[in-house]
């Protein structure tokens, strides 16, 4: 239901530009955001879009470089990573909960899409 794409080989510095297409939810009622998992670590938090796209949340790691946003008629939300660096290098999943509720807890969500591996190199 959720499917992530937009992943990749990039340089330190450069940018890239993540999208989950949802399908079978309730798209405009639901909170949506993107967190990441690299090798050995927890899965984290990067951020989340309120159902309008009116707020955004980001972790202090990924703030100022991080732009999270949504397009309720296509159903999409989008992650652009500028200033990429090397501890950004994991696999980023997009998750959706339902209703006007906060998505920063792993443990929230209702769905996942399958992750896309984003690789920074030095």
């Known amino acids: 239901q959720l499917q992530a794409s937009g992943g990749g080989l990039v340089q330190t510095g450069g940018s890239l530009r993540l999208s989950c297409a949802a399908s079978?939810?309730?798209?405009?009622?639901?909170?949506m955001a993107w967190f990441r998992q690299a090798p050995g670590k927890e899965r984290e938090f990067v951020a989340a879009i309120s159902w309008s796209g009116s707020s955004t949340t980001y972790a202090d790691s990924v703030k100022g470089r991080f732009t999270m946003s949504r397009d309720n008629a296509k159903n999409t939300v989008y992650l652009q990573m500028n200033s990429l660096k090397p501890e950004d290098t994991a696999v980023y999943y997009c998750a959706a909960r339902r209703g006007p509720y906060s998505l920063v807890a792993a443990t929230a969500a209702d769905y996942w899409g399958q992750g896309t591996q984003v690789t920074v190199s030095s």
């Open positions: 079978g939810l309730t798209f405009r009622s639901s909170v």
